[in-house]
């Protein structure tokens, strides 16, 4: 029997990434991210408030009329790339060679993260306009993969 239809690895965890983003609390970006390694799920997180603290659906966004990719300090929310590593080291499972997919490119402040992290491939769909991150990203050696919207190909970095 013929599996055409069979997600590729990338386009199945990309879309499971745009499952976790619908938890998002953020008024102007869903973003969700999950890190795997081994084709295991190792952790995933979303953009939101820290935990126990309001979020902006109930506070508002002090960054809505800063243009996106900018004053990363007044957003209240911790990125969902941010909240997968945290996630991963609060269960003590290791990040060091995992993939991390995402619904956005990641920001200057998440790729740190990561390259820190030792995750060596981060896969992506939507655009972000913060090059200096993936400027950081290709220094380190990380693989970088922008996933068309189709999700037909791939576009390697």
Known sequence: MPMDNRPSLDEYFMKIASVVATRSTCLRHQVGAVIVKDKRILSTGYNGAPTGL?????????RENVQSGYRHELCRAVHAEQNAIIQAALHGAST??????????????CAKMMINAQIKRVVYKDGYPDEEALRFLKQAGIKITQMPQDGTTEEEY
Do not use: F, R, S, V
């Not at 309001?54 to 002090?62: A, D, I, R, S």
């Open 54 to 62: 309001p979020h902006c659906l109930e506070t508002g966004c002090k």
């Open 96 to 109: 060091e060679d995992a993939t991390l997919y995402c619904t956005h490119q990641p920001c200057i402040l």
